[in-house]
């Protein structure tokens, strides 16, 4: 976490839990949020992004980390998600989301980073053209005006 947080241009939200990291992505779902989850053992990244999708409205692009390459055979076929074991991919991946860009070049970086993994790992992941909607943004108005439930 040290690492992604050194190259971050944004705020970075560690948590423990699945439940504790699902309360921030309640609170902020009117945001663009970058996700990013270790797998775990017992799979409980799956399942937290699977609830955070759930929240946000759509199966947004997700970054799954993890040692264990294994984790790839399910990842590549997961909609919207890449994989990764090496800090490089890390880095681009964060990279890619900078506020220097506008929404149709952080796509173009996207998916030229998604086919610089594909080749090092030798795979295809599972992209469709939705993978940066977030039907709840707000660019703009009153925190005031915002519902959380």
Excluded at 22 to 30: F, N, P
Excluded at 85 to 107: G, H, Q, R, T
Excluded at 123 to 134: D, R
Aim: net charge neutral.
């Amino acid at each position: 976490m040290k690492y992604i947080q050194q190259f971050a241009e944004h705020n970075i939200y560690t948590c423990e839990t699945t439940n504790e990291a699902l309360e921030i992505v309640k609170r902020k779902k009117y945001n663009k949020i970058i996700l990013i989850s270790n797998v775990g053992s017992d799979l409980g990244g799956k399942e937290f992004i699977d609830q955070a999708r759930k929240i946000i409205g759509n199966d947004v692009i997700t970054l799954f980390l993890a040692y264990n390459i294994e984790h790839l055979n399910w990842i590549k076929n997961y909609k919207n998600s890449l994989f990764s074991n090496e800090p490089n991919f890390y880095e681009k991946y964060l990279a890619c989301f900078s506020d220097m860009y506008d929404d149709a070049y952080k796509k173009d970086k996207l998916i030229e980073l998604k086919e610089d993994m594909e080749k090092h790992y030798k795979v295809n992941f599972n992209f469709n053209g939705q993978f940066l909607y977030y039907p709840n943004f707000k660019g703009e108005g009153r925190f005031s005006d915002l519902t959380f439930n």
